[in-house]
Structure formats: structure tokens, C-alpha cells
Nanobody
Framework: QVQLVESGGGLVQAGGSLRLSCAAS????????MGWYRRAPGKQRELVAA???????NYADSVNGRCTISRDNAKNTVYLQIDDLKPEDAAVYYC????????WGQGTQVTISS
């Protein structure tokens, strides 16, 4: 059973930055990919960013250019940095890890104040 623990959410001012962390119970290299999804109220969960085992990354159009996904292999941790936060970035953010199946963290709430 893969354990994913997110942290770093909270209340952030519009225009500011945040960094979310996802600590995995296994090596990040044991997963085909890891990523961050988010679900805003009344909306479906959407992919924000992902990173493959080989290090390739992809981003949603809505965050492209102001978002960076990265990982610390020694800490088995994946990070999501979003800059220039907008009200529409408010959501519950979920970490994911894919190996045969997709595994989810419990989610962390991000609230944007104007």
C-alpha cells in the first residue's frame, strides 16, 4: 500500500506563491509517474502537473509558465510550486503516484485571498 502525505496548503494571498510537498512511502523511482491534481468546488478533479520516472514533466495550460513540479529523490518527495496565484487556483490539491494503479494522497486545501 502506497502512502502519500501532502503538506503545504493553507491560505495564500493572490499574486503570492506556494509550495506543496508530497512525501511518499517508497522511492519516487518506484512509480511510473507522480503528479498533482486539484478539485475546486463544483468542478471535476484536474491534472495540474506530473513528472515521470525519467524526469519528463507536463503542466495544465492553466498553470503553465507559473508552476514547477520537482522532486527530491533522497527524500522520496515531490513538490509543486505555483507562483502568481490566482483565485481560480483555490482547490483541494491531491498528490498522485502511478504504478499499475493510481494512488492518492488525502489532499491539502489551498485557499486564495484577494
Amino acid at each position: 500500500q502506497v502512502q502519500l502525505v501532502e503538506s503545504g496548503g493553507g491560505l495564500v494571498q493572490a499574486g503570492g506563491s506556494l509550495r506543496l510537498s508530497c512525501a511518499a512511502s517508497a522511492s519516487v523511482f518506484s512509480f511510473d509517474s507522480m503528479g498533482w491534481y486539484r478539485r475546486a468546488p463544483g468542478k471535476q478533479r484536474e491534472l495540474v502537473a506530473a513528472i515521470t520516472r525519467g524526469g519528463s514533466t507536463n503542466y495544465a495550460d492553466s498553470v503553465n509558465g507559473r508552476c514547477t513540479i520537482s522532486r527530491d529523490n533522497a527524500k522520496n518527495t515531490v513538490y509543486l510550486q505555483i507562483d502568481d496565484l490566482k483565485p481560480e487556483d483555490a482547490a483541494v490539491y491531491y498528490c498522485s503516484a502511478v504504478v499499475a494503479d493510481i494512488n492518492w494522497g488525502q489532499g491539502t486545501q489551498v485557499t486564495i485571498s484577494s
